[in-house]
């Protein structure tokens, strides 16, 4: 053990010299031959232990160790009274002021230097102990605000999902409801006129094409509120599966396959880019939804109508614990001015065709929230898109 700092507290400047002839080769030493010093030097510099004298004149140790223990800046420091106080009942008082050892006098100085090292190294077990639970009450406190920081980011981003499904639902639900009502408004009069015996074939004919349309645009809209919340279903649904060790050429190449009816009636092409040997240990039916749903993404708004493109799934490991898993098309990119957007809820350039602007948020969420990783999205530099899944090699269990 490294020397310590150590102030001697005695009226008498030859116990003082005997004290620091037993200690100063291993320990910086100073003195104080008063009570009212001894606690002056004590303030301004504390010390790592104080060896004290109790029989002084003005305060005595007993009144200086009771002060010392009063003051923050030396309350944990360890005093040893050297004495030539011998009985049991001095001994306890002491102990009882605050001391932590009781050494009479004359003293061995073997037994003083055992105890100077005892007592400097629990002191310094002490503060390190100390010091840690302070650090470790620190983190506490730090992961604590970053959890409720998440907590509150979580509750506004619900808010905003909450707002936009309203907002989303509510146009087609109002557009049905506009299209029943009048459609009703429609069937009414011609009951009357049909009553009256006043109804004509062409009339009949113009309503009949009339029901027709309305009949089309209520179906159209009601299957839109239908798909909203299948994609909303889909923010929040539990996928199932458990984590199981995943050779993933082929299961790349089943997802592609089981994708087929999406991509060959449109004239485009999957191909599979993953080492044979390539594996994960992680929930296949999570990553499955998230492939699925970045090859149904790049179908939907890679290539413009009458374009045949490719579209490419692959997987490489980055480092030994984490995989890359990646969908890419060569179709048009993505829009200019969108790409610090498309990762926010119910945000989408193809509204008019009846996309709700879910899919890629679902995507982020669960890589994140399920899987431990993260996602990117982006045009590449020779024309296209990728979408990459920065996933852990093992998914942490407890997701």
């Known amino acids: 053990m490294s020397g310590g700092h150590i102030l001697i507290v005695d009226d008498d400047t030859a116990n003082i010299r005997a004290l620091a002839s037993v200690l100063e080769d291993r320990h910086e ?64 008082f002491g102990l009882e002021t605050g001391a932590v050892d009781y050494v009479t006098k004359p003293f061995s100085p073997a037994i003083v230097r055992a105890r100077v090292a005892t007592h400097l190294s629990l002191r310094r077990a002490n503060r390190s102990l100390k010091d840690e639970n302070e650090h470790l009450e620190a983190l506490v406190r730090e992961r604590t605000r ?88 889909g923010v929040a649904a539990d996928h199932g599966g458990l984590r199981q060790t995943i050779a993933l050429r082929p299961f790349l190449e089943q997802v592609t396959e089981s994708l087929r009816p999406q991509w060959e009636p449109l004239g485009h092409r999957m191909a599979v880019d993953c080492p044979a040997d390539l594996r994960m240990v992680s929930n296949p039916a999570i990553l499955s939804a998230i492939l699925e749903q970045l090859v149904r ?34 179709g048009a990119g993505i829009a200019e001015g969108t790409a610090g957007r498309i990762l926010e809820p119910f945000f989408t350039t193809r509204r008019g065709t009846g996309s709700v602007g879910l899919g890629l948020n679902i995507v982020d969420n669960l890589a994140s929230d399920r899987l431990g990783g993260s996602f990117t999205i982006a045009s590449r530099s020779g024309g296209g898109t990728l979408a990459t899944l920065h996933l852990p090699a093992r998914t942490p269990p407890d997701l």
């Open 297 to 330: 993404n790049a179908l939907e708004h890679a290539f413009p109508a009458g374009r045949h493109g490719l579209v490419t799934v692959g997987a490489v490991a980055s480092g030994p614990d984490t995989v890359l898993l990646s969908v890419a098309d060569d």
């Open 146 to 233: 970053k959890l409720a920081q998440a907590q509150r980011e979580k509750m506004a981003a619900l808010r905003q999902m909450v707002a936009g499904v309203a907002h989303e639902i509510n146009t087609p639900i109002g557009v049905a409801l506009g299209s029943a009502s009048h459609l009703g408004d429609r069937v009414a009069a011609m009951t009357e006129r049909l009553a009256a015996n006043q109804l004509r074939r062409a009339e009949l004919e113009r309503f009949l094409a009339s029901a027709g349309e309305l009949a089309a645009l209520l179906s159209g809209t009601i299957a839109r509120a239908g798909e909203i919340v299948r994609c909303f279903k």
């Open 29 to 92: 030493v100073r003195f104080a031959t008063s009570g009212r010093r001894a606690l002056e030097l004590a303030s301004a510099d504390p010390p790592e232990l104080v060896l004290l004298d109790v029989m002084m004149p003005g305060l005595d140790g007993y009144a200086v160790c009771r002060l010392l223990k009063t003051d923050p800046a030396t309350a944990d420091v360890p005093v040893i009274f050297i004495t030539s106080l011998s009985s049991p009942e001095e001994e306890a």
